[in-house]
């Protein structure tokens, strides 16, 4: 009962009365203790409940596009689909999002016709046909191998669950996936390792014997050098050489098992077509156990054999690990410095000497079989302390389409869109292309949106500040907004992105706050200062407090005179700036002046009001004025001395129209702003921007992110006329990392029920029917800009810890609640019952002295706070 009225309080401060109801399986997760039971609110009286529960099982359809990612940030990835399957193969340090190699997990009951089973669900239809090369017949594939008939998958992320049945079996199977994922320990959630535990229970009521196998065809070899199948403990290794002229070719991917009794066929039948893999399954299919020594080369795949018996209703556990090691790339990127004006002031940070990308585990580790090594011997350890990640993070009592948001979107951090070089900085691409990365070094103004890294693993966050500050800015304050891989200087022959280098001043503070580094702080505060005077002189440069002159943004386009989403950036920067400074007693005043001017300029002439607008300027600036240009067409120029510069939004309702405001709140920063004004401008991006059918909305642009019935978040619309015949060239879109700043901004201002009903419209597209649950989409695949929706659990409880005073701030704006937090040394829970602050840090330290309650009372910790012992 307390935890149905618990849940009942919840949803009466929401001012909510209906609940949707859902039976779920008692026995998922069982290790897993939510504080509140498995029910969906429906928050809009007027909103159709989505068929499947948030946060929940997926079966049936919405299993049709499920794929988790495992692995380990900047190690590559592979995902498990929703069936079982293995695909997303991307271990090269590159993405190859349609690798679906020819591997799989069987069980074979002795004495049984037709006892073999592939360990996978039914095949979703969607691979039968319309894929690439789907005309041939899918050959060599595993989709024509029997399978079990039924199947569901349950994500509780870094862990997936699958549950395998099937009538005509006497076996039940529960698939158990995961990699290590421990917030604060980013080495050992960087580790390129996975692990698939099966769990085999005999429902007859005899004693069966079974032989369980896992296959694989060699998908490591490459073209033009030596492969072979190579042996390790209780497995194998699939193995490539690398060339003098190509050494990226090399690479190990181990397949093992904890169990003494496996035995080991490193060499497939080596014969022409499909020879190889028929002769496999025959082996499979007759319940045999195959020993076979290895051969020099060649070998076309390997499997490895366990038997198993079991006795009526007896259960038996066998771990499968997997670990790979490919140390060397041919990736290179960024233009080389020209001349003096392109390197940083003053080197600092280590330089990795390599003239190509190296993965940080190839520093760590010698070879695949130390790799392995670390795996088998430090799995209990992992295990656990990932299932304490696990259990903080699911211990909660806030809406399940929240915690599926940030959930779904941790995956990013395992997928190929991160890397990490030998000396453990971090660098981005903003997503995966099928088979490159799209859009290349941590792009400022995309990666501003990203919140989740910051708080779970600071010290890589850092990495970024350091980055940007220390070797992409030169002595002028000029940053590159894409940074070179391997990290090094870069030329400096484009422009500044102004939303992602302001954004960067407040992310120095935000990293201050969150790590209590003050020496940090010193050091890096001359480049912030070097950056700031930069952005005042190239876009403010008559000192007004609005960015007029043309200024890069994230729509890859300039906005020409001031606009409120690059302003508030601006008006951000300028408070972060002053609170540093003033901390380290230095000079603020001249950007303490500059934000009273904009503050003016953003409330006054910017506000139409109902929300804020661009002022449209291309006259009486210090570039050329865009008329007098020569060499364009006869209608371009007609159109620029009619409407302006190309790629404006004007009078349009922008949903990332105050984007600088979201940031800073997420920083731990208050822009002294009109609230009233905010929060009436976001109100008009959901009333204006979220469509619950986009069927009559015309996007001449990427219409997939959100088309026909689907609903989604537009970028920007026009309800009171205006637009114009070009306007910025994604206006017409529908962004998930978009949908959830203005979700948690919503939030953040009391509009609580809007916030969640932009939450559902995105997540409802992501149900596994037509798009992957994990692995939200924008320019390429897990885009890093999808990770503002870590920024919901902020928003909904206001929680923060700030290690520099070491205050935990708590805001809620849902009454009483209990929640996940992440600080710079350790994790826990955060709960306020009766008003009344209490954290319990399962992992690490979190040294608080004192609680901040909505900023209206402080609290001692003492005896409100449960450290780990």
């Known amino acids: 009962m307390k935890e149905n009225n618990n849940r009942r309080k919840f949803l009466k401060n929401l001012g909510v009365g209906a609940l949707g109801v859902a039976a779920i399986p008692a026995d998922l997760f069982a290790d897993t203790k939510p504080t509140t039971p498995n029910l969906q609110p429906q928050l809009c009286h007027d909103m159709i409940p989505a068929a499947r529960v948030y946060n929940e099982t997926y079966t049936d359809a919405y299993l049709n596009r499920v794929a988790f990612p495992l692995g380990g940030m900047g190690a590559g990835m592979f995902c498990i689909e929703g069936t079982g399957a293995i695909s997303h193969m991307s271990v090269r340090n590159n993405p190859e999002i349609?690798?679906?190699?020819?591997?799989?997990?069987?069980?074979?009951?002795?004495?049984?016709?037709?006892?073999?089973?592939?360990?996978?669900?039914?095949?979703?239809?969607?691979k039968k046909f319309g894929q690439h090369d789907s005309g041939l017949g899918g050959g060599g594939e595993t989709w024509g191998l029997p399978r079990f008939k039924d199947v569901q998958f349950t994500a509780r992320f870094p862990f997936a669950a699958i549950k395998l049945e099937d009538s005509s079996m006497p076996l039940k199977v529960n698939i158990n996936a995961w990699s290590p994922f421990i917030p604060t320990d980013a080495d050992?959630?960087?580790?390129?390792?996975?692990?698939?535990?099966?769990?085999?229970?005999?429902?007859?009521?005899?004693?069966?014997?079974?032989?369980?196998?896992?296959?694989?065809?060699?998908?490591?070899?490459?073209?033009?050098?030596?492969?072979?199948?190579?042996?390790?403990?209780?497995?194998?290794?699939?193995?490539?050489?690398?060339?003098?002229?190509?050494?990226?070719?090399?690479?190990?991917?181990?397949?093992?098992?904890?169990?003494?009794?496996?035995?080991?066929?490193?060499?497939?039948?080596?014969?022409?077509?499909?020879?190889?893999?028929?002769?496999?399954?025959?082996?499979?299919?007759?319940?045999?156990?195959?020993?076979?020594?290895?051969?020099?080369?060649?070998?076309?795949?390997?499997?490895?054999?366990?038997p198993l018996k079991l006795s009526a209703g007896e259960k038996k556990t066998l771990k499968l690990l997997?670990?790979?090691?490919?140390?060397?790339?041919?990736?290179?990127?960024?233009?080389?410095?020209?001349?003096?004006?392109?390197?940083?002031?003053?080197?600092?940070?280590s330089e990795p000497g390599n003239k190509f990308h190296k993965p940080w585990y190839s520093?760590?580790?010698?070879?695949?079989?130390?790799?392995?090594?670390?795996?088998?011997?430090?799995?209990?350890?992992?295990?656990?302390?990932?299932?304490?990640?696990?259990?903080?993070?699911?211990?909660?009592?806030?809406?399940?389409?929240a915690l599926e948001a940030v959930a779904a979107n941790l995956t990013i951090l395992k997928s190929p869109t991160v890397l990490r070089q030998t000396d453990g900085r971090m660098w981005n691409w903003e997503g995966c292309g099928d088979s490159w990365g799209s859009?290349?070094?941590?792009?400022?103004?995309?990666?501003?949106?990203?919140?989740?890294?910051?708080?779970?693993?600071?010290?890589?966050?850092?990495?970024?500040?350091?980055?940007?500050?220390?070797?992409?800015?030169?002595?002028?304050?000029?940053?590159?907004?894409?940074?070179?891989?391997?990290?090094?200087?870069?030329?400096?022959?484009?422009?500044?992105?102004?939303?992602?280098?302001l954004g960067g001043i407040m992310k120095v503070y935000r990293e201050w706050?969150?790590?209590?580094?003050?020496?940090?702080?010193?050091?890096?505060?001359?480049?912030?200062?070097?950056?700031?005077?930069?952005?005042?002189?190239?876009?403010?440069p008559r000192g007004r407090g609005v960015l007029e002159e043309p200024h890069h943004n994230t729509y890859d386009i300039e906005f020409w005179g001031a606009d409120p989403m690059c302003t508030t950036f601006y008006l951000g920067a300028l408070t972060a700036t002053t609170a540093m400074g003033k901390f380290l007693k230095e000079p603020t005043q001249h950007y303490e002046d500059l934000f009273a001017k904009g503050k003016a300029v953003l409330e006054g002439t910017l506000y139409n009001g109902e929300y804020f607008v661009q002022k449209i300027q291309w006259t009486g600036l210090n570039v050329q004025d865009p008329t007098t240009v020569k060499n364009l067409?006869?209608?371009?120029?007609?159109?620029?001395?009619?409407?302006?510069?190309?790629?404006?939004?004007?009078?349009?309702?922008?949903?990332?129209?105050?984007?600088?405001?979201?940031?800073?709140?997420?920083?731990?920063?208050?822009?002294?702003?009109?609230?009233?004004?905010?929060?009436?401008?976001?109100?008009?991006?959901?009333?204006?921007?979220?469509?619950?059918?986009l069927s009559e909305h015309a996007n001449p642009q990427r219409p997939t992110y959100a088309i026909g019935k689907e609903g989604g978040l537009l970028l920007c619309s026009w309800p009171k006329g205006g637009k114009l015949s070009i306007p910025f060239v994604y206006s017409d879109e529908v962004w998930t990392g978009i949908e959830y700043q203005a979700a948690s901004h919503l939030i953040l201002t009391g509009q609580i029920n809007e916030g969640l009903e932009v939450v559902r419209t995105c997540r409802d597209r992501y149900d596994g029917r037509?798009?992957?649950?994990?692995?939200?989409?924008?320019?390429?695949?897990?885009?890093?800009?999808?990770?503002?929706?870590?920024?919901?659990?902020?928003?909904?409880?206001?929680?923060?810890?700030?290690?520099?005073?070491?205050?935990?701030?708590?805001?809620?704006?849902?009454?009483?609640?209990?929640?996940?937090?992440?600080?710079?040394?350790?994790?826990?829970?955060?709960?306020?019952?009766?008003?009344q602050p209490f954290l319990n840090v399962l992992y690490g330290k979190i040294p608080v002295k004192s609680f901040s309650i909505s900023g209206q009372r402080t609290i001692s910790a003492k005896g409100k706070v449960k450290q780990l012992t």
């Open 770 to 835: 037509v798009r992957n649950p994990f692995n939200e989409y924008e320019c390429g695949h897990w885009y890093a800009r999808a990770m503002a929706s870590y920024g919901l659990l902020q928003a909904l409880t206001g929680a923060r810890f700030d290690a520099v005073d070491q205050v935990l701030y708590i805001d809620p704006k849902v009454g009483d609640f209990k929640s996940f937090i992440s600080a710079n040394t350790g994790f826990g829970v955060i709960s306020l019952q009766n008003g």
């Open 188 to 306: 050992n959630s960087s580790l390129p390792v996975a692990a698939l535990e099966y769990e085999f229970e005999n429902v007859s009521s005899k004693t069966i014997e079974v032989v369980f196998s896992y296959n694989s065809r060699n998908f490591m070899q490459q073209r033009d050098a030596r492969n072979s199948v190579k042996p390790i403990t209780n497995g194998f290794i699939l193995s490539q050489d690398g060339t003098e002229k190509a050494p990226e070719k090399a690479g190990d991917f181990a397949i093992f098992t904890d169990n003494e009794s496996t035995m080991v066929d490193h060499c497939w039948f080596r014969g022409d077509w499909w020879d190889a893999f028929t002769m496999a399954w025959n082996t499979v299919q007759t319940a045999d156990l195959r020993k076979n020594e290895p051969v020099e080369s060649g070998a076309p795949g390997a499997s490895l054999y366990v």
């Open 98 to 126: 349609f690798n679906e190699p020819c591997m799989f997990a069987a069980i074979s009951i002795k004495g049984m016709e037709k006892g073999a089973r592939v360990l996978e669900g039914p095949v979703p239809a969607w």
């Open 363 to 401: 520093g760590r580790f010698k070879n695949i079989r130390e790799a392995a090594a670390y795996w088998q011997q430090n799995y209990t350890e992992l295990y656990e302390k990932s299932t304490i990640f696990k259990n903080a993070f699911y211990d909660s009592s806030l809406p399940p389409e």
């Open 439 to 501: 859009c290349h070094g941590s792009c400022t103004h995309v990666w501003n949106y990203a919140q989740a890294v910051s708080h779970l693993f600071p010290s890589l966050e850092r990495t970024l500040r350091e980055t940007e500050f220390e070797v992409s800015q030169n002595c002028d304050g000029h940053q590159q907004f894409r940074t070179s891989i391997p990290i090094r200087p870069v030329a400096h022959n484009f422009h500044a992105a102004s939303d992602g280098q």
């Open 513 to 540: 706050r969150i790590s209590g580094d003050n020496a940090w702080l010193k050091r890096l505060y001359p480049k912030v200062k070097m950056s700031m005077d930069y952005c005042i002189k190239t876009w403010d």
């Open 633 to 693: 067409s006869k209608e371009a120029t007609a159109l620029l001395q009619k409407e302006g510069p190309k790629y404006q939004y004007g009078t349009g309702c922008l949903s990332d129209g105050i984007l600088g405001v979201w940031i800073a709140e997420m920083c731990g920063l208050d822009i002294a702003l009109d609230k009233i004004k905010i929060k009436q401008h976001l109100a008009s991006v959901h009333r204006y921007n979220l469509k619950t059918d």
């Open 322 to 349: 997997m670990t790979w090691y490919v140390p060397d790339t041919n990736l290179r990127i960024g233009d080389e410095p020209r001349n003096n004006n392109d390197q940083p002031c003053e080197k600092s940070g």
